[in-house]
């Protein structure tokens, strides 16, 4: 291939290369932009997770109603009309039944359980301690949904960024592509040069597809969480500085303890101690009291609804109940509620540790974050301006393409370790506020 064909195909690389990531990017629709709060009341709203929690509240506060109503006494009554006809034995002999053919009768009974051993109010207590770690539940399971929102979110305002890095990567790698050709033309530089340039060019096309095809990817877990039936994505403005958080870890400490993973497992603790108290009641005596009234109206020969005069009848118990050996069942279950007490305590004490151990490294992870960020803002400004010097210098022939590429790698390097930073530092905000239950300002 001749000196003048190589420049004419890198002269159409150099224009195919600044006009196809125009096409590209008009080509592309992201989706419905959506802010991050509507995305999460949408996410806690449409997702499994939260939809489960919410309805296990609601079973949980009819469990508390029915526990309660068990102190009352219960009551029924019946109503029964019947006939009967046909033949019957008398004396040896089958004779037709003479009587009346419809009877009747009607009444109303009532029963109270007086003394179970506290069976009933260890119940209520439990179904109470339930309920509360239903509560806890569901807001861990918000912040938990509301923290996978954040970070599909969070992914898509990075792969906006690098997008952006790209871009302004392949500007640069045009302008250098532009310069080495004419220097090749010139004879100041060699087809090296020009070659190496292309391929930078390449490489930042390549870095803007990457970019795109994560946002696509997060635009996609975005759209899953928050069910919807048109693609979404993160707000173009939010793409912006994460600014500095504030951490008071003493009153992150104090907040954690009382976080929902903590209230969680403290109330299943109440409540698996509660029905360890109800298993012991067995062994107490039941007394309980019952009555009834009923009647039997008189019979008729059609059906009269057993209108008319009545016979009545009233029964009124009190009764004292002691099981004496049930075979074992009632060990066995003493032993399964210790044993759930027990496991309850454990989890507990895990929770709090647990909680802890993550608070601490999402607080160091985003002082880390906050501090790289700063960091990394000087970089870039130091990259920049070596950059420009360094491509000057080149452009004068002082310096060699080699150069050019180490101080643009510096500037491309610089600006990926600060959109990771930022990255980092929104997404572990979202993990302590997950953590502790509640947004941080």
Sequence with gaps: MGHRSVCTMLAQFAFAAALAPALAAAQDVDGRPISLPEAIKLAVQNQPSTVAARNALRTGD???????????PNLSFSYTGGEQGGSTFFQGKLV???????????????NLTL????????????????????????????????????????????????????????????????????????GAATRADSLTSAIAVGNARLQILNARTN???????????????????ALPSDTSETGIV?????????????GP????????????????????????????????????????QNFNFGSGQASANTNFRL???????????REQALVVARVNADNADANLRDAKFFVQQNL?????????????????????????????????????????LLDVLQAEASLDNARAALIQARLNARTAKAQIEALIGRDLQ
Aim: hydrophobic content about 40%; proline content about 3%.
């Design 96 to 110: 037709p039944y003479s009587g009346l053919p419809w009877s009747y009768s009607r009444g109303l009974t009532t």
């Design 215 to 233: 946002m696509r990817n997060a635009n996609a877990a975005l759209t899953r969480l928050v069910a919807s039936t048109v693609m979404v994505t």
């Design 261 to 300: 993973a903590v209230r969680q497992a403290t109330a299943a603790l109440i409540a698996a101690n509660a029905q360890h108290k109800a298993a012991t009641t067995p062994y107490y005596p039941t007394v309980s009291t019952s009555y009834s009234y009923s009647q039997s109206p008189e019979p008729s």
């Design 246 to 258: 504030t951490i008071d870890e003493a009153i992150l400490t104090q907040l954690v303890s009382d």
């Design 360 to 400: 601490t490294t999402q607080i160091s992870n985003l002082r880390t974050a906050q501090e790289t960020i700063q960091l990394q803002l000087l970089t870039i400004q130091q990259a920049i301006e070596a950059q420009r010097v360094v491509q000057q210098r080149y452009n004068l022939g002082a310096a060699a």
């Design 319 to 329: 009764i004292l109940s002691y099981n004496i050996f049930n075979n074992f069942t």
């Design 115 to 186: 003394f179970d051993g506290g069976q009933r109010y260890y119940n209520y207590k439990a179904s109470e301690s339930n309920l509360d770690a239903f509560v806890a539940t569901e807001v861990n399971q918000r912040y938990g949904v509301g923290l996978s929102v954040k970070q599909q979110y969070y992914a898509i305002l990075a792969a906006r960024e690098s997008e952006a890095a790209a871009q302004r990567t392949l500007e640069q790698a045009q302008q250098q592509l532009k310069v080495s050709v004419a220097k090749m033309i010139a």
């Design 62 to 72: 009819a469990s508390v109603r029915a526990s309660l109503y068990q102190f009352l």
